[in-house]
C-alpha cells in the first residue's frame, strides 16, 4: 500500500456550544466498518478541502459549515488503503446535526472520547482535539517573578502550562512549584511539569520532556496524563511519535531574543517537518497570539510561548 497514492479525506471535529463534538459510526460494510468517526469523506475531483468538508458535512449530518479551521493531517497506511485525514474543527456551524445516512450519531464529552472505538489512524486526532492551541511556557529568575507571569497568564485564559524553572535554589523552587499548581488548579489550568525540575511527588497533569530526556526514552514515560516533548529537528520529532508522546513542540521557528544564538526554522521548514508526522505540534519562538491563523494553516497545533501571553 505505501506506493500507492493517498486518499484524501476531509474530517470535521465538529463543536456545539458546549464544546461537545459530533461522531458518527461508520456503516458495517465500509472500510473500517463499525467504528466511530469524526463526520467526512474523500475530496471529489477538483474540489478543495474545504469544499470537500462543506459538502461532506451537509450530506453526512446536514450541517452548513460556517468557520472551519486546520486542526492536523494524519498520514495513515492501513493494510489495504492509504489515507491523507485532512481534519479540521468546525467552531460554527448552520442547521441541526441529524444521522442523514441512518448511522449512529452521538454528541460526546471530549474526556469521553476514549469510551468510543475509533479507526486506529485517529488517535492523534483525539489528542489535538483536547488539546488547546496555546501552551505557555511559566517560567521566572525569582519566585516572586514566576508567580507575577502565572497570574498574567491567567489573565489570557490559557488552559495548560508548562513549568520550567531553572535558575533557583532547590528549596525555593519546590515552594514555587506548589504554589503554581495550587493556584492553576483553581484557575483550571492543566500544569506539566518540565523533566529538568527532578521533584517527585507534585500533583501535576504530565510530564514536559526536554529534548535531551526524550532522546533518552525508549518508551512514554508514566503514570502522566499529558507526556510531551521539546523538539528542534525531524529526528526528535519522529522520536516523539514513536515512543507515543502525546504532543511536540517544536522551536525556534522565528529570529527570538531568548535565544539569540539559535538559527530559526522559518515558516515553510516548519510546515515540513510538521507534515512528515502524526502528532500535534505547538510552533514555539518568536511569535505572537496575531500569528495564529497562520500557524494553524502551516499545521501546527497552535502557539507556544514564554513572552508570547505575557503582554
Ligand atoms: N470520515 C472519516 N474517515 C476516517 C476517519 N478515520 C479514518 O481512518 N477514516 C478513513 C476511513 C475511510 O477509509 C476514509 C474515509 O472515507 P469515507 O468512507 O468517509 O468516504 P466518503 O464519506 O466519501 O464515503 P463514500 O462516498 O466513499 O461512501 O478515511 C474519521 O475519523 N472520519
Ligand atoms: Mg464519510
Redesign the pocket.
Known amino acids: 500500500m505505501s506506493g500507492s497514492a493517498a ?1 484524501h ?4 471535529v465538529i463543536r456545539d456550544g458546549n464544546g461537545n463534538i459530533l461522531l ?1 459510526q ?2 458495517k460494510h ?3 466498518g463499525g ?10 475531483a477538483h474540489e478543495t478541502v474545504t469544499q ?1 468538508l462543506r459538502r ?1 458535512l451537509q ?2 449530518v446536514g450541517i452548513t459549515v460556517q468557520t472551519a479551521k486546520p486542526l492536523i493531517k ?1 498520514n ?1 497506511c ?1 493494510p489495504d ?1 492509504r ?1 491523507l ?1 485532512d ?1 479540521w474543527q468546525v467552531t460554527d456551524f448552520s442547521g441541526v446535526a441529524e444521522a442523514c445516512e441512518g448511522q449512529a450519531m452521538q454528541w460526546v464529552e471530549p474526556r469521553q472520547l476514549s469510551d468510543y472505538a ?5 488517535v492523534p ?1 483525539i489528542t489535538a482535539s483536547r488539546l488547546p492551541d496555546r501552551y505557555a511556557i511559566l517560567e521566572g529568575s525569582s519566585a516572586k517573578q514566576v508567580l507575577a507571569n502565572l497570574e498574567r497568564i491567567i489573565n489570557k485564559r490559557i488552559t495548560m502550562l508548562q513549568l520550567r524553572i531553572k535558575s533557583l535554589p532547590a528549596a525555593e523552587t519546590a515552594a514555587v512549584c506548589h504554589a503554581v499548581l495550587a493556584n492553576c488548579r483553581q484557575h483550571g489550568i492543566q500544569v506539566l511539569l518540565n523533566s529538568d525540575l527532578l521533584l517527585t511527588g507534585l500533583p501535576a497533569d504530565g510530564l514536559h520532556l526536554s529534548s535531551r530526556a526524550l532522546l533518552a526514552c525508549q518508551t512514554k514515560p508514566s503514570p502522566y496524563r499529558w507526556v510531551a516533548a521539546s523538539c528542534h529537528n525531524l529526528q526528535e520529532l519522529r522520536h516523539a511519535e514513536n515512543i507515543g508522546a502525546d504532543f511536540a513542540v517544536l522551536a525556534p521557528i522565528l529570529p527570538t531574543a531568548t535565544h539569540p544564538d539559535a538559527q530559526p526554522l522559518g515558516w515553510e521548514t516548519m510546515a515540513k517537518l510538521i507534515d512528515q508526522v502524526n502528532l500535534p505540534v505547538f510552533a514555539l519562538g518568536g511569535l505572537e497570539l496575531d500569528d495564529m491563523d497562520r500557524v494553524l494553516h502551516a499545521g501546527a497545533q497552535g502557539i507556544a510561548g514564554i513572552s508570547a501571553f505575557l503582554s
Do not use: C, D, S
Request: aromatic fraction near 10%.
Open positions: 486518499v479525506v476531509a474530517v470535521g458518527t461508520r456503516a465500509t472500510h473500517q467504528l466511530w468517526e469524526f463526520p467526512g469523506g474523500k475530496l471529489e470537500a461532506e450530506e453526512e494524519i495513515h492501513y488503503l489515507v485525514l481534519v475509533f479507526p486506529v489512524a485517529n486526532i
